[in-house]
């Protein structure tokens, strides 16, 4: 059976506010909830980044929800906090939380002042990070050195089971790497042919059998202008090559980049709809793509709208 998720975006509304959302979205039937793990907003104009770990705690303490949080390990992250804090959670609240490990974008680890590796090595240290957290996950002493260093590490509160590690990838060259090593695949919504192909590499690179989880970006409203102004007015940076959205490295060159984006170039990237049944029949298609769990943004602020109306009629046409 389907599973739909609610997204709660750190970028674009307070933690406090988020929390109030997650409670009303679990009350109308969504059945998970993500986060993405942001030092800064993509815009001033989104004008939020709380702290993912300290809400998932919260969450995870007054909803039923399960929480994954996509992470980038390895610059602004050490591996073996990220899997403390993991162990941690998941001690407290068995099973419930869960990260999509990625290569990370420039515009949150900036902050290190490290400088930013190419693509290649930042692959290779997410693997490296994942091999420490599996290790100090199934209690081993680790010392590690490479293009991450670990000393001497070992964690003394572990969960009975470790928590899952997926691969976050939006590329189909991305996706079939990670079916080698991930538990499963995290992967964002753009249109049925890109997708097949990420689906395909996945499961061609290792990754048949294992879960497969999508992010969907969509713009719903009652009325379809505001459905659009709001996704523009909100997510227009975002629309670009994931090559662009990686290297960018402030807010303010992200907001002059979406200055010559147009409304209809959110077509693509964005489903932009205030029809129910195109939303149900879009969401419909990821399913049969063989995506069991389906996390649903929406990117424009009307966020009880959203989840009042897919908890009424979305919801339970998916899961039935």
């Not at 599973?3 to 970028?11: D, V």
């Not at 969960?159 to 990838?169: D, H, N, Q, R, W």
């Not at 939006?170 to 992967?187: I, Y």
Request: glycine share 10%; hydrophobic share 40%.
């Amino acid at each position: 059976m389907a599973l739909i998720g609610f997204h709660a975006s750190h970028e674009q509304f307070t933690p406090s506010e988020l929390l109030r959302l997650s409670r009303k979205a679990e009350g109308a039937g969504f059945q998970a909830a993500l986060n993405s793990d942001h030092f800064h907003p993509w815009t001033d104009a989104q004008g939020q980044s709380g702290f993912a770990w300290s809400f998932m705690g919260a969450a995870l303490a007054s909803t039923g929800l399960s929480f994954g949080v996509v992470n980038a390990p390895g610059q602004r992250y050490h591996p073996a906090l990220v899997a403390q804090a993991l162990a941690t959670l998941n001690e407290m609240f068995p099973g419930r939380a869960w990260a999509a490990l990625g290569s990370g974008q420039y515009l949150n680890e900036a902050i290190t002042g490290t400088g930013w590796p190419a693509k290649d090595l930042r692959n290779a240290r997410l693997k490296e990070c994942v091999d420490v957290m599996r290790a100090l996950f199934r209690g081993e002493t680790v010392t590690h050195r490479g293009l991450v260093t670990v000393e001497e590490a070992k964690l003394y509160t572990r969960p009975v089971e470790p928590p899952m590690l997926l691969g976050a990838a939006v590329t189909a060259k991305t996706a079939r790497w990670v079916g080698s090593w991930a538990d499963g695949l995290l992967t964002t919504a753009r249109p049925p042919t890109e997708l097949r192909e990420v689906v395909s590499a996945f499961r061609e690179g290792g990754g048949e059998g294992k879960p497969m989880f999508l992010k969907v970006q969509l713009s719903y409203a009652a009325d379809e202008g505001r459905a659009r102004e709001g996704a523009y007015n909100q997510w227009a940076s975002n629309i670009f090559a994931n090559t662009v959205l990686t290297d960018l490295r402030t807010p303010a060159q992200f907001q002059e980049a979406a200055r010559v984006v147009q409304p209809h170039d959110l077509d693509g990237p964005l489903r932009v709809s205030n029809s129910l049944q195109q939303h149900m029949d879009w969401l419909g298609e990821d399913l049969r793509l063989g995506f069991e769990r389906l996390y649903l943004h929406n990117v424009n602020r009307e966020q009880d709208a959203f989840i009042d109306a897919f908890g009424a009629q979305v919801i339970p046409a998916l899961t039935r």
